[in-house]
């Protein structure tokens, strides 16, 4: 494994600036860090490659995580059923995997 981090990381096709944390057969995994409860819904790359959701959803009954989902969908153009939320579900620190 590289000493850096970010070597490690890889650009999403089509997207040379986005980058993601690892790629899973024809899925990529991104590491998203969550805030609820924000004025705003947003997704912002931070610039160690990981992502930053701002949410206006409240953190209960899944309404962040749906939110998320939904988001995450938008943004990279795919379908929300193409987007998965592999560890974190109840934690502010998401892996989110994006079927391409």
Request: with cysteine; proline share 5%; aromatic share 4%.
């Given at each position: 494994?590289?000493?850096?981090?970010?070597?490690?990381?890889?650009?999403?096709?089509?997207?040379?600036?986005?980058?993601?944390?690892?790629?899973?057969?024809?899925?990529?995994?991104?590491?998203?860090?969550?805030?609820?409860?924000?004025?705003?819904?947003?997704?912002?790359?931070?610039?160690?490659?990981?992502?930053?959701?701002?949410l206006k959803a409240p953190p209960v009954d899944?309404?962040?995580?749906?939110?998320?989902?939904?988001?995450?969908?938008?943004?990279?153009?795919?379908?929300?059923?193409?987007?998965?939320?592999?560890?974190?579900?109840?934690?502010?620190?998401?892996?989110?995997?994006?079927?391409?």
């Amino acid at each position: 494994m590289a000493e850096d981090p970010a070597a490690d990381r890889t650009a999403l096709a089509g997207h040379s600036s986005l980058t993601f944390d690892y790629r899973q057969g024809a899925a990529v995994i991104l590491r998203v860090k969550v805030k609820p409860n924000s004025r705003t819904s947003s997704l912002i790359q931070e610039p160690d490659g990981s992502w930053r959701a701002l949410l206006k959803a409240p953190p209960v009954d899944g309404k962040a995580n749906a939110e998320l989902i939904a988001l995450i969908a938008e943004h990279f153009g795919c379908r929300k059923a193409a987007v998965e939320i592999r560890s974190g579900a109840s934690g502010r620190i998401k892996l989110v995997k994006v079927e391409a």
